[in-house]
């Protein structure tokens, strides 16, 4: 089952948002499909053409156009029974406070009588990206410049500009099993075709799989780690060997394979080092924002990074900025110059390493089966029925509110965010037992 069909069928079931960059599966949004009926019904009697939209727009109104409707439904569960009775572990949107240094900062900027509200350099600021590249330098081990950075509208936003900079109309983008839905909406602007790999057991990657599913039409290995929905994190072994297989296949095929690493839960792992893409593979691009490490999610500030090493490297970031021209202008002003200050401050990750482990230590207690999180805020267990989405069903009637997987492409699984209160952990217990008895 496609994704896009996932939510289409996933018409029953509580509203969902995936990660910062904000997408909803749910109800389906009956007064859209039809207007989209009637508009086609309509034109086809004038003989005209059928839609007044693009056609390609038409499956993207009809499983994307709901948001209102979701906000109404997790609304009313809350009017109805009380915001502190509903679970709500759908939305990743962090909740962790920001660093004190942020307020710090941004009172100065605010109180700065020299601070500038024009329009910014397209790719940033010289000086901002001139930080961003000393720090990630001393991270990454590598040598970067100003040149190979470019200041986006959030990791969405970097994405957007990377994948239109290399992708040919056509061409695909390999990701690895379950991933972020988004990913399918950067491939639609991009014009090219999302292709999957299965990982293993414990959501690793499969170097085999991946070998396999690479074909002349492959440009791009899209990666996120740590993982949304699996808060899993690559090892270095994984990515060296990754990394082997791109470069075996780009020979094989004639031309270049980028390694695109998404890494916006960089800062959020536990007891395990994440480790650079920079070090395995030298055709390598890193897109990241400060919605989780500095808990920035609403400013939508992020960058986009080229490996100095990297075929075209230059040729590339030029590209990706220019892209930005085009599709978001350029990135906000005022987080630009704050986030330049705030190189290597994160959030008290020490939050989020507690939520995860009451949480699985709760589940794990009621007979819930599932990988601990290496990283990033977020459950993905395994469904007691083979219908992760009836089970996500059987939730909402204990007012706990849960992605299905299949929405990830994971069908049998399904997503928590402990982004949320410990109490709305602690209190959700009792539902989550019930709803594994109901079966």
């Given at each position: 089952?496609?994704?896009?069909?996932?939510?289409?069928?996933?018409?029953?079931?509580?509203?969902?948002?995936?990660?910062?960059?904000?997408?909803?599966?749910?109800?389906?949004?009956?007064?859209?499909?039809?207007?989209?009926?009637?508009?086609?019904?309509?034109?086809?009697?004038?003989?005209?053409?059928?839609?007044?939209?693009?056609?390609?727009?038409?499956?993207?109104?009809?499983?994307?156009g709901m948001v209102k409707k979701m906000f109404e439904e997790g609304a009313r569960l809350k009017a109805e029974h009380g915001a502190e009775n509903v679970f709500d572990f759908s939305?990743?949107?962090?909740?962790?406070?920001?660093?004190?240094?942020?307020?710090?900062?941004?009172?100065?900027?605010?109180?700065?009588?020299?601070?500038?509200?024009?329009?910014?350099?397209?790719?940033?600021?010289?000086?901002?990206?001139?930080?961003?590249?000393?720090?990630?330098?001393?991270?990454?081990?590598?040598?970067?410049?100003?040149?190979?950075?470019?200041?986006?509208?959030?990791?969405?936003?970097?994405?957007?500009?990377?994948?239109?900079?290399?992708?040919?109309?056509?061409?695909?983008?390999?990701?690895?099993?379950?991933?972020?839905?988004?990913?399918?909406?950067?491939?639609?602007?991009?014009?090219?075709?999302?292709?999957?790999?299965?990982?293993?057991?414990?959501?690793?990657?499969?170097?085999?799989?991946?070998?396999?599913?690479?074909?002349?039409?492959?440009?791009?290995?899209?990666?996120?780690?740590?993982?949304?929905?699996?808060?899993?994190?690559?090892?270095?072994?994984?990515?060296?060997?990754?990394?082997?297989?791109?470069n075996q296949a780009s020979q094989k095929y004639g031309k270049r394979i980028y390694l695109v690493a998404d890494e916006p839960y960089r800062k959020i792992a536990y007891d395990v080092?994440?480790?650079?893409?920079?070090?395995?593979?030298?055709?390598?691009?890193?897109?990241?924002?400060?919605?989780?490490?500095?808990?920035?999610?609403?400013?939508?500030?992020?960058?986009?990074?080229?490996?100095?090493?990297?075929?075209?490297?230059?040729?590339?970031?030029?590209?990706?900025?220019?892209?930005?021209?085009?599709?978001?202008?350029?990135?906000?002003?005022?987080?630009?110059?704050?986030?330049?200050?705030?190189?290597?401050?994160?959030?008290?990750?020490?939050?989020?390493?507690?939520?995860?482990?009451?949480?699985?230590?709760?589940?794990?207690?009621?007979?819930?089966?599932?990988?601990?999180?290496?990283?990033?805020?977020?459950?993905?267990?395994?469904?007691?029925?083979?219908?992760?989405?009836?089970?996500?069903?059987?939730?909402?009637?204990?007012?706990?509110?849960?992605?299905?997987?299949?929405?990830?492409?994971?069908?049998?699984?399904?997503?928590?965010?402990?982004?949320?209160?410990?109490?709305?952990?602690?209190?959700?217990?009792?539902?989550?037992?019930?709803a594994l008895a109901k079966i």
């Amino acid at each position: 089952m496609s994704v896009l069909n996932a939510i289409i069928k996933f018409s029953e079931a509580p509203k969902v948002a995936i990660g910062a960059r904000f997408h909803l599966i749910s109800i389906r949004n009956d007064e859209n499909k039809k207007s989209l009926k009637s508009s086609r019904s309509c034109l086809k009697k004038k003989g005209k053409r059928a839609m007044p939209i693009a056609d390609k727009m038409i499956k993207m109104v009809e499983g994307m156009g709901m948001v209102k409707k979701m906000f109404e439904e997790g609304a009313r569960l809350k009017a109805e029974h009380g915001a502190e009775n509903v679970f709500d572990f759908s939305l990743g949107n962090p909740d962790v406070p920001p660093p004190p240094e942020f307020k710090k900062v941004l009172k100065d900027l605010v109180n700065d009588e020299s601070l500038y509200h024009g329009y910014t350099p397209n790719p940033g600021y010289p000086h901002v990206r001139q930080a961003i590249a000393d720090y990630l330098g001393s991270q990454h081990d590598v040598a970067l410049t100003p040149s190979l950075i470019v200041m986006t509208v959030g990791a969405a936003g970097a994405l957007n500009d990377v994948l239109n900079a290399v992708i040919n109309p056509g061409e695909e983008i390999l990701v690895p099993t379950p991933y972020f839905i988004g990913y399918d909406h950067y491939a639609f602007i991009a014009n090219a075709a999302i292709k999957t790999a299965p990982t293993n057991a414990d959501f690793h990657l499969d170097p085999a799989a991946i070998e396999s599913a690479i074909t002349e039409k492959t440009r791009v290995m899209l990666i996120n780690s740590p993982n949304n929905p699996t808060g899993a994190v690559y090892s270095a072994e994984e990515l060296t060997e990754l990394g082997r297989v791109l470069n075996q296949a780009s020979q094989k095929y004639g031309k270049r394979i980028y390694l695109v690493a998404d890494e916006p839960y960089r800062k959020i792992a536990y007891d395990v080092k994440v480790p650079s893409v920079f070090q395995t593979y030298p055709h390598s691009i890193i897109v990241s924002s400060y919605s989780k490490e500095l808990s920035l999610a609403g400013e939508r500030i992020g960058y986009l990074a080229v490996n100095p090493q990297a075929e075209d490297a230059g040729l590339v970031a030029g590209a990706a900025a220019v892209i930005n021209t085009m599709l978001c202008v350029n990135a906000p002003s005022l987080p630009q110059l704050a986030v330049a200050q705030l190189q290597g401050i994160t959030v008290d990750v020490s939050i989020y390493r507690r939520r995860r482990d009451m949480f699985c230590r709760g589940l794990s207690e009621i007979g819930y089966e599932f990988h601990v999180p290496e990283g990033a805020f977020y459950l993905f267990p395994k469904s007691p029925i083979a219908d992760d989405v009836e089970f996500t069903r059987i939730l909402k009637e204990e007012l706990i509110l849960a992605v299905p997987g299949v929405g990830f492409d994971g069908p049998g699984y399904f997503r928590l965010s402990y982004a949320v209160p410990d109490s709305t952990i602690s209190g959700s217990m009792a539902g989550f037992k019930r709803a594994l008895a109901k079966i």
